[in-house]
């Protein structure tokens, strides 16, 4: 055995008796946090890996015979154009749907936090869609959005700007704008809440200083708000970008997907591959490069943020 | 599966049923037989209420009934035969068979259809619900579907309301125009399915079929661009994007959204069910509506004439373990003025011969129609991935309505991907 072999055997024993010490010292904590840990394993662990498997199988749904293919799925949708239409698809609903809600969520936070009349009321009221299941939001705006039912062309009929409904969800251009339009709507008063929270903790003293030294609102918000904010910020656009990228309930309700599959995203094609149409196995595989482009995403996202050190 | 309350059997011991055929199942315990249905509504809950409680005291045993929405029905039965909880006796669209015995989840039940219970129902009818040789169902209800008019819109625009002259598919493209250039008709003249939904299929399969295409060869292979399906995809885009006498926007609009303007007065034509007709006399009744309705048969076309026919079934699951109790809750279902009153409430064609000959489905302005369209049946074929197979007509539909791909290049994607998905 040469030196260096020695030293990282004696390493590894080392750090292996340290850790079996450490282990010892801690036996209670370690049997206290046991059933939690158990339990996420059972429910979380379990899932994840269950989906790998069977995404080296082709599993369908009417039968109990799964035949090992390997990799060949994902060799399938990486060759795959509908793969890279959905990239893009979901990839625009995103990026649409959190900026949209980011932006008015701040927009009415900044306004709630100001002192209004009827503050507590508006308050109230801005969570209200929060409140409401999100299939039941999506029924509502896709009658409103309806060509011939749909008080949006009711009104537009009326006033004369349009000769006929239109008919939004079905024009596969633009049913997906119609669609992301009911997601903002949706997830925007979570955004304003977390703000809120956010900006009743900036500390009043700072606007004062900026105030004495002629600061601008625009500047107050500029240098003070936003950075005050950004770690509020990074936080609640990380989970409103996983939540728009798992949301399933507003698309599926307002347009099943279509017209043309244009406003289909990554999850409803999961869902539609291998639950209605019965692949499992590579409905599997869509949903291990769904979890893997997620978690490649926060990993970035988070990197970015703290980069320089910067704690959240 | 049967939820056991007690041990074995239940009953007075005769298990009578309609037809005196039942097998009861001696034993002094109540059962209970769970019982799975789809689209319960209110014009029909209180026909289950009540015929359920009439079999749990006859029979003495408990039914466990449940209706699920039929959005659901599909995934529901399939997580419960999955998850080894399938109910008893479930009502299942028949061409959704095949995926069932794939899975070996069904039950035959030749005994049943083979024997005196069988001859209740049309030779047609039966063979619905046939499946390599054996029957795996009782047909339940049928529905097929006829063209609606508004005799109002007609009349205003100067066609003859009693004598619409819509024989041919050219004939209501003619009517069509005419509604659409009036200037006394301001409703859309026909209403055109085109939405992402499993029923845009169910409604072009009638101009498919007329012009002599079809959707699989004897062995089952896609066969959906064929000269005569370029033909009909084309007459049926060109209705709305070269002759604009359909609805706005076509692609949002469901079979329910037409059917519903329809009703409402608000459109001149639509293909549709019976109950549109039965919707319409009663919003008349109390009311709601006020324009006179026709109804006449799906116009043919070069190949003949066709009305989409569907088939239910009531099936027994082989994971039930009181298959003999399942046995006379379908028999006990199917007593002609059971089948009578659930027909006449539900807005179904009748499956029982002997219901259907009654006079008041053969004289009825509503019925009458439909029970003459029983000649132009032709149901969907049975695939196992049937679903699969249609949503990507419905694809192929919605690219040429909207005019983003001609129906040629639309029919032979959806033929080149079908090839690939049924290999």
Same mark, same amino acid.
């Given at each position: ?60 749904? &009417? ?89 949006? !062309? ?28 009911? &997601?903002?709507?949706?997830?925007? =008063? ?94 599997a595989a869509y949903s291990v490069i769904g979890f893997l482009l997620l978690l490649l995403f926060a990993i970035v996202y988070l990197r970015v943020y703290t980069r320089g050190g910067e704690e959240l | 599966m049967i939820a056991i309350a ?71 039965? %399939? !997580? ?33 259809? &083979? ?106 292979? =896609? ?161 196992? %991935?049937?679903?699969?197979? !249609? ?33």
């Amino acid at each position: 055995m040469s030196l260096a072999e020695e030293h990282t055997q004696t390493g590894g024993d080392s750090r292996l008796s340290q850790s079996a010490a450490h282990v010892k010292r801690n036996r209670r904590a370690y049997l206290l946090i046991a059933p939690a840990a158990l339990f996420l394993v059972a429910v979380v662990g379990y899932p994840i890996l269950e989906t790998f498997r069977l995404s080296l199988y082709r599993s369908p749904a &009417d039968s109990t015979i799964e035949t090992f293919v390997g990799l060949q799925h994902y060799v399938d949708i990486l060759n795959s154009d509908i793969f890279y239409r959905l990239l893009w698809q979901t990839g625009r609903w995103v990026a649409v749907g959190v900026a949209g809600k980011t932006l008015l969520g701040l927009l009415i936070a900044v306004h709630l936090k100001g002192d209004i009349r009827g503050r507590k009321f508006f308050r109230t009221a801005f969570l209200i869609p929060w409140g409401i299941p999100y299939a039941i939001s999506a029924v509502v705006f896709r009658w409103i959005e309806h060509p011939q039912f749909g008080y949006l !062309n009711a009104i537009l009929l009326k006033l004369g700007v349009i000769e006929q409904g239109i008919g939004i969800l079905g024009n596969p251009d633009i049913a997906w704008l119609g669609v992301v339009v009911a &997601d903002i709507w949706i997830g925007t =008063p979570f955004m304003a809440i977390i703000f809120l929270a956010g900006l009743q903790s900036i500390p009043q003293d700072l606007y004062e200083a900026a105030a004495i030294d002629g600061a601008e609102r625009w500047h107050q918000f500029r240098y003070i708000t936003l950075p005050q904010l950004k770690s509020v910020i990074l936080m609640a656009t990380l989970l409103s970008t996983i939540w728009t990228f798992v949301s399933f309930d507003t698309i599926w309700t307002m347009t099943g997907g279509g017209p043309i599959s244009t406003t289909a995203t990554l999850v409803i094609h999961i869902y539609q591959v291998g639950l209605q149409n019965g692949h499992l196995g590579l409905g599997a595989a869509y949903s291990v490069i769904g979890f893997l482009l997620l978690l490649l995403f926060a990993i970035v996202y988070l990197r970015v943020y703290t980069r320089g050190g910067e704690e959240l | 599966m049967i939820a056991i309350a007690g041990c074995t059997g239940g009953g007075d011991g005769s298990g009578s049923g309609s037809d005196g055929e039942g097998s009861g199942e001696g034993g002094g315990d109540t059962q209970s037989v769970q019982l799975l249905t789809m689209g319960v509504g209110d014009n029909i809950k209180q026909f289950f209420e009540e015929n359920n409680a009439a079999f749990e005291s006859e029979y003495d045993v408990d039914v466990e009934f449940t209706s699920v929405t039929w959005d659901n029905a599909r995934q529901t039965v %399939n !997580n419960r035969v999955d998850g080894g909880q399938a109910p008893d006796v479930s009502r299942w669209p028949a061409r959704w068979i095949p995926q069932l015995v794939g899975k070996d989840a069904l039950e035959p039940v030749d005994d049943l259809m &083979d024997g005196k219970f069988g001859e209740k129902f049309a030779e047609g009818v039966a063979n619905g619900t046939m499946y390599n040789g054996s029957h795996y169902g009782v047909p339940w209800a049928a529905s097929n579907k006829c063209l609606y008019y508004n005799k109002d819109a007609f009349e205003a625009a100067g066609l003859d309301p009693e004598n619409p002259a819509l024989d041919t598919w050219e004939d209501m493209l003619s009517a069509a125009k005419a509604l659409t250039e009036s200037d006394e008709v301001s409703v859309p003249a026909l209403g055109l399915a085109g939405a992402d939904a499993i029923e845009t299929g169910s409604q072009y399969y009638h101009y498919h079929w007329s012009h002599g295409a079809d959707l699989v060869d004897d062995e089952g292979m =896609p066969v959906v661009n064929s000269d005569g399906a370029v033909e009909a995809l084309s007459f049926y885009t060109d209705l709305h994007l070269e002759h604009g006498v359909t609805q706005s926007s076509p692609l949002s609009s469901t079979r329910q959204d037409i059917r519903q303007l329809f009703e409402n007065g608000d459109l001149g034509m639509v293909i549709g069910h019976v109950y549109t007709g039965l919707n319409i006399t009663e919003s008349q009744e109390n009311g709601e509506v006020d324009f006179d309705y026709g109804i006449v048969q799906v116009p043919k076309g070069p190949a003949g004439r066709y009305s989409l026919f569907t088939i239910d079934t009531l099936g027994i699951f082989s994971q039930s373990e009181h298959k003999d109790v399942a046995r006379d809750l379908i028999r006990f279902y199917f007593d002609e003025e059971r089948r009578f009153q659930y027909s006449k409430q539900k807005g179904f064609l009748p499956v029982v011969e002997a219901v259907g000959e009654r006079e008041y489905f053969s004289e009825s302005k509503n019925w009458g129609p439909f029970v003459e369209a029983g000649q132009y049946a032709r149901a969907r074929p049975k695939l196992s %991935n049937f679903s699969q197979f !249609n949503d990507r007509m419905v694809q192929a539909i919605q690219e040429a309505l909207a005019d983003q791909k001609s129906p040629q290049k639309a029919l032979n994607d959806a033929q080149s991907d079908l090839e690939d998905a049924m290999n």
